[in-house]
């Protein structure tokens, strides 16, 4: 199979570099796309359409190109992928859960191919990546290879958007649906941070809304560790505060696997903090910490152990939380380097807001702060 990735900086360069790619006799049959939310998400349908070109899309907060990172631009992944091997599934939220139509996009993808994998990119700022999980799994009815990302919005907050050749949504997912018989799809999550302090439990919690930690109130524990948020931000209707992305809690899993949870906000009247997933009663979590520059050695270690388990790829996507770009500042572009060098197959990626992957282990889970990678080849 082969692809081509690239990057520009108009939707009139876009159709530039299509013309040129199809003048050397290149037939992309899908194409993903990363851009920010300043450009026309439709004239960029538009052109995919013009191109004959299917299109898979997501609004960012930054994009990935092979190994450099750029804001504000337009990433582009063309793969010249026989359309039998491939589905797009649209959903837009309307007056169904989350749940529901991942549910739909499970049923979907199960009904499209004996074996599917997906990719999934979610428009909205308020969507739980936990419930695209549990529904998509549910509808296909067990442990399939899939990743992805939440979309963003160069971090404006407002609207982040998905999109396909005509259409747009702020409030929904877009399912990349492959058979994994014939394409075959890997990928992993890795966030290199390191965890401090004592084991903590989660006594209260509603959601992505943490309550109490140990019986007291969550943001009490987190002033304990860390002794600070920032309430020069704090909204005085509602009595809300920013708070630093840069102390995840690490929920431990009961196979030995970690993934992590963002605290974002605090509400100063309840003490609660607002976090970037959902949690649940029971779980056990310690506070964590970005290292310095060991958080991307271990990270590109363990991506070089993934390598040995998936040295023929075709295509790259690489879906990476902005928090920690924001956390980790220039050091992100090593990582990126790092990643890409390993196999040197084209690649692109978007800094979300929650990332979507599989462990060492293979278990999907929704993460924060963490990089999820994955990878294609036509067999």
């Not at 040129?20 to 998400?41: E, H, N, Q, W």
């Not at 630093?244 to 993934?259: D, M, V």
């Not at 050091?331 to 197959?345: K, R």
Request: proline residues 2%.
């Amino acid at each position: 199979m082969r692809s081509q990735s690239f990057q520009v900086n108009s939707v009139q360069d876009l159709n530039v570099e299509l013309e040129k790619l199809g003048a050397k006799d290149f037939r992309p049959t899908i194409g993903f796309v990363f851009c920010s939310v300043s450009y026309s998400l439709e004239e960029i349908g538009q052109v995919f359409t013009t191109h004959k070109i299917d299109l898979v899309g997501s609004t960012s907060a930054g994009e990935i190109y092979d190994k450099e990172i750029f804001q504000s631009s337009i990433v582009v992944l063309l793969m010249d992928m026989k359309k039998e091997h491939y589905s797009i599934n649209f959903q837009k939220t309307a007056s169904d859960t989350t749940y529901q139509i991942a549910y739909s996009a499970g049923l979907a993808a199960k009904e499209e191919f004996t074996n599917p994998a997906i990719i999934v990119v979610s428009g909205g700022l308020s969507v739980d990546g936990d419930q695209v999980i549990y529904g998509i799994k549910d509808g296909v009815g067990r442990e399939i290879p899939l990743f992805g990302g939440m979309a963003g919005d160069d971090l404006a907050t407002n609207k982040t958007y998905v999109f396909t050749n005509n259409q747009v949504t702020s409030d929904g997912l877009l399912c990349f649906m492959l058979d994994s018989d014939k394409i075959e799809v890997k990928g992993m999550a890795s966030c290199g941070w390191e965890a401090i302090g004592s084991t903590n439990i989660i006594t209260e919690a509603q959601g992505n809304i943490l309550k109490s930690i140990n019986g007291e109130p969550a943001l009490d524990v987190f002033m304990r560790y860390f002794g600070f948020f920032d309430n020069a931000n704090k909204m005085e209707e509602n009595q809300m505060g920013t708070i630093s992305g840069q102390y995840p809690l690490q929920i431990q899993r009961e196979n030995g696997t970690a993934i992590l949870r963002s605290p974002l906000m605090v509400n100063e009247e309840d003490r609660s903090l607002i976090l970037a997933g959902s949690v649940k009663e029971g779980d056990k979590f310690r506070f964590s910490i970005a290292p310095g520059f060991e958080v991307i050695e271990n990270t590109v270690k363990e991506f070089s152990d993934f390598q040995k388990g998936a040295t023929k790829v075709d295509a790259m996507l690489l879906f990476s939380c902005k928090g920690r770009h924001t956390a980790l500042g220039p050091l992100v572009e090593q990582e990126v380097e790092g990643i890409h060098d390993y196999w040197n197959a084209p690649m692109i990626g978007f800094f979300a807001y929650g990332e979507i992957g599989q462990a060492k282990e293979g278990v999907c889970e929704f993460h924060n702060e963490t990089c999820s990678l994955v990878t294609f080849y036509e067999k």
